[in-house]
RNA sequence: GCCGAAGUGGCGGAAUGGUAUACGCGGUAGUCUCAAAAACUACUAGUCGCAAGGCUGUGUGGGUUCGACUCCCACCUUCGGCACCA
């Protein structure tokens, strides 16, 4: 027999099962559907460590799933528009577009090496006008609908970039991609109104599709829903002028001492007349130095008094207006009431000013004896006619009161903004209008898509948009009138591309629609969605967004597009530190691949530990799985077709087949490769090894190592592919030992073991009479009472003399 | 601070409330060899003991139970996430 040698068979069988369209998926096909999706990759050019890890684990299931019968679709695709692109083109002078396709060309080859099952004809590349045109197709549509707008926000701005960063891509107040540190910065700028589906993207407990609670949690935190009422407290020195607040706790109305206002807010000139003017007008411009970070991180409270007053409009008592950083301009209103009897900042900011605290509910507990402030809810006292109401009927009645005297409303606040989707670069969608002289913003009519990106423009930054130095493409014909006009040069952010490729994957090339809705309602929602937890308030909110949206346009039935979402992990560098090239510590799957084998890698990766692990790149535990595999091959030696099987071989094999088959079911390949090797080390251990034991061996193994099984079942004379064969049943009969092991405990500790026959293995009254005859076990019991005994059923049998 | 997840050998990790440490790595000894590597075999939680055997052990302290890594309460630590959000 030949050694095993993966490098001599893995590329043989790729290039068959690329020959034979092995993987290939007709959508058109009844029968059970299973969409096995992974987030798709960046076109960076080379495949990492994580790669292979999300993209075996959905191979692995992809496998699986189809040898039980099921029509499996494992498809895979590029996100191709986007920074890095732009930055890596400028640096060496490659156009963006080449510098991608090119990419592409060698990652499809490394998805090759993988030997993974994707159907490469239902795949997307997003840098293609053929998926982008329906970016543009999806922004004109939201534009009717009132989603896509154009505002103006101050918004983080990476300097480096030369582009908006959306919020939730700034990390610790750097740039998610280059990690400069972001300015805010006012700019006009494309919106979509994400807020609108505020409340459809909470989740609700139990949540209708099985996404992480973790996910669940966070997007409801980000989204930040909270009921409270707005409340206008009148300018005490000018009639009919008011400052208008948020809050959540109306019901505390009566302990608001003071009012604050952010640095920001647009009334403070106004107040600026008084004689603390330049005191004020100094601390504006100090808040205005400190970055957004700097505001978070001091939580040290500080502020000046404007020197105005405002009226609480229920207490009637005139209450000084401040200004302080705390206050944020981008929630609420800008302003809050401050009570410090009820808010622990309220509280610090009078303790440090020496204002006014009048507790308006009363806890009945310690802390607001020790003068600490109460912020639960309770009883309301010092509050007027809505004494001893509780906080929950105080707020109500309060508000409703308020609101009789024009002066306060119900109010839901959410901390979801509007996504901010324009970039000022080169490589992405463009948005799809015009700028008329005459009608001024035009949408681009739906026929004329796609607005292609011009190959030649100036992409090297200058503090414009680099479209707009392609002169020929940015003048044209306003659709409206005829007359000349311009076209946006601003592009879309890359997370538009990917808010909506899985559906794009059913019907990639369709000309006419953005998908066909047959084959959605078919295929969707997929069954699982394999990605990364860091995309929780990315990616994967947008895409539950678009995914309403499409609804709220009658494209799709569903409201969540994806039954399941399972967050993957994260491969260390060997030293235990995130691999990165600048550490030097990565570990490069090309290499690995020529040490041991795509095989032993992926099998590696199963077996490393559950689907979530972090965990360093062990290389001995790599070489240990290769060790396994080469066990297997070698098990050939020992294959005979006569060999007669035991009941023990029997109960090893079916016992196997059912560990392997729910493992790999609930995604615990680490549990199902330890099993196979429990079942390979008892084989080992028998003279001769039957064709049935091997051949299932194999069956098992081969969602795991595809291209070793293959190889070994051609060399047994089986049929090709084994890729294609059913997958193994465990039969109930055969999953029973002969014997079994029952523990003997005395008083819960271990005494004593018992072999049993399986037959009495429910019959409690022999099983403790054959413990009570063990001579370890009469013996300690001899002076003993026996009070009670114990019998599990195939495990233990407890003899208690201590009742406590 | 808040939210989420998790703490088990030298290491990665297994265990429907029922024999803790499966499987793999690493280590020790042996077989084979002139030797080494590879492969194979045995052992490998700590501790007392020549042994038989005992005791202690799943972050800490309590609790429930015949029996707890598993369930409950309090605490500690680590990792991941976050928004001074009124």
């Known amino acids: 027999m030949k050694k095993y040698i993966p490098n001599h068979i893995e590329n043989k069988w790729q290039q068959r099962w690329g020959k034979d369209n092995l993987y290939f998926t007709d959508l058109q096909k009844t029968g059970q559907k299973f969409y096995c999706l992974v987030e798709l990759a960046y076109s960076s050019g080379d495949l990492h460590m994580g790669h292979w890890f999300t993209f075996t684990m959905g191979d692995i299931l992809a496998r699986f799933k189809r040898m039980q019968g099921f029509n499996v679709l494992l498809p895979n695709g590029f996100d191709a528009f ?19 396709m090119s990419n592409i060309t060698r990652m499809k080859q490394q998805f090759t090496t993988m030997g993974a099952s994707f159907d490469w004809e239902k795949s997307t590349i997003s840098c293609l006008p053929e998926y982008y045109r329906w970016n543009q197709w999806i922004f004109l549509k939201m534009y009717e609908k009132g989603l896509a707008y154009r505002g103006k926000t101050y918004s983080s701005w990476c300097p480096s970039c030369q582009t908006v960063v959306a919020e939730e891509n700034v990390e610790a107040g750097k740039c998610w991609r280059c990690e400069t540190e972001v300015i ?13 589906y505020a409340d459809d993207l909470l989740w609700s407990e139990p949540p209708e599709v099985a996404w992480p609670k973790s996910l669940r949690e966070s997007q409801n935190a980000w989204i930040g829903k909270s009921k409270g009422a707005l409340i206008k407290f009148p300018l005490a020195a000018q009639k009919n002028q008011f400052i208008e607040i948020f809050t959540t ?5 009566y302990g608001a001492t003071f009012l604050i206002i952010n640095p920001e807010h647009p009334l403070l000139k106004q107040l600026l007349a008084s004689k603390h003017h330049q005191e004020v007008a100094e601390y504006v411009i100090q808040a205005s130095k400190k970055s957004e970070q700097e505001r978070k991180e001091n939580k040290e409270k500080s502020g000046v008094f404007t020197g105005s007053f405002v009226t609480n409009p229920l207490t009637h008592q005139q209450i000084p207006i401040w200004v302080a950083d705390y206050v944020l301009p981008g929630y609420g209103t800008g302003a809050i009431m401050a009570v410090p009897a009820h808010d622990q900042r309220d509280f610090d900011f009078a303790k440090k000013f020496g204002l006014e605290i009048v507790p308006v509910i009363d806890s009945g507990q310690a802390e607001q004896l020790a003068g600490l402030p109460f912020t639960g809810e309770g009883k309301l006292i010092n509050s007027q006619q809505f004494d001893d109401l509780t906080s929950k009927k105080a707020a109500q009645e309060i508000t409703d009161h308020l609101h009789s005297l024009g002066l306060g409303e119900h109010q839901t606040t959410y901390h979801l903004h509007d996504w901010s989707i324009s970039r000022q670069r080169y490589w992405g969608t463009p948005i799809p209008f015009v700028y008329c002289d005459k009608c001024g913003l035009v949408p681009v009519p739906e026929k004329d898509l796609p607005v292609e990106l011009p190959y030649k423009v100036d992409y090297t930054p200058q503090g414009k948009p680099p479209l707009a130095t392609a002169e020929q493409w940015v003048n044209v014909d306003c659709p409206q009138c005829g007359g000349s006009a311009k076209r946006e040069t601003e592009t879309m952010d890359g997370f538009m591309d990917n808010s909506w490729y899985f559906f794009r994957y059913l019907d990639p090339h369709n000309e006419h629609k953005i998908f066909d809705q047959e084959l959605i309602s078919k295929w969707m929602p997929l069954e699982i969605y394999i990605g990364g937890a860091e995309h929780t308030l990315g990616h994967a909110l947008y895409s539950r967004f678009f995914t309403k949206f499409f609804h709220d346009l009658g494209l799709v039935k569903f409201t969540e597009y994806a039954e399941k ?5 994260l491969i260390l560098g060997v030293d235990g530190t995130k691999m990165s090239k600048s550490k030097g510590n990565v570990v490069n799957p090309d290499e690995q691949v020529k040490l041991y084998g795509a095989d032993a890698i992926r099998t590696y990766l199963a077996f490393l530990g559950p689907f979530d692990i972090v965990a360093p790149w062990d290389p001995n535990g790599v070489g240990g799985v290769f060790h396994f595999l080469e066990r297997v091959w070698n098990l050939q030696d020992k294959v005979s077709k006569n060999e007669k099987l035991s009941k023990e071989d029997y109960y090893q094999m079916h016992k196997t087949i059912k560990k392997v088959t729910d493992d790999i079911e609930t995604m615990k390949n680490n549990t199902a490769v330890a099993a196979l090797m429990e079942w390979l080390n008892f084989l080992s251990k028998k003279t001769a090894v039957s064709l049935v034991e091997y051949e299932k061996f194999l069956l098992l193994l ?4 595809p291209h070793l099984t293959e190889e070994v079942w051609q060399q047994l004379g089986q049929a090709y592919s084994i890729h294609q064969q059913d997958w193994p049943q465990a039969e109930e009969k055969y999953l029973q030992a002969a014997e079994v092991k029952i523990a003997v405990m005395i008083d819960g500790k271990l005494r004593a073991q018992l072999v049993i026959d399986y037959d009495i293995v429910n019959k409690e009254t022999d099983v403790v009479s054959q413990a009570l005859k063990l001579e370890k076990i009469s013996k300690l019991l001899l002076n003993k009472d026996l009070k009670r005994k114990i019998y599990v059923s195939g495990k233990v049998v407890n003899f208690v003399t201590q009742l406590t």
């Open 565 to 569: 979402r399972l967050h993957h992990g």
């Open 184 to 196: 805010q910065k006012e700019v006009e700028q494309w919106f979509l109104k994400i807020t609108a």
């Open 702 to 705: 081969s969602p795991f190592a």
């Open 82 to 100: 986007g920074l890095p692109a732009e930055n890596a083109a400028i640096k060496r002078g490659i156009h963006p577009q080449d510098w991608t």
């Open 249 to 253: 706790r109306p019901d505390t109305i």
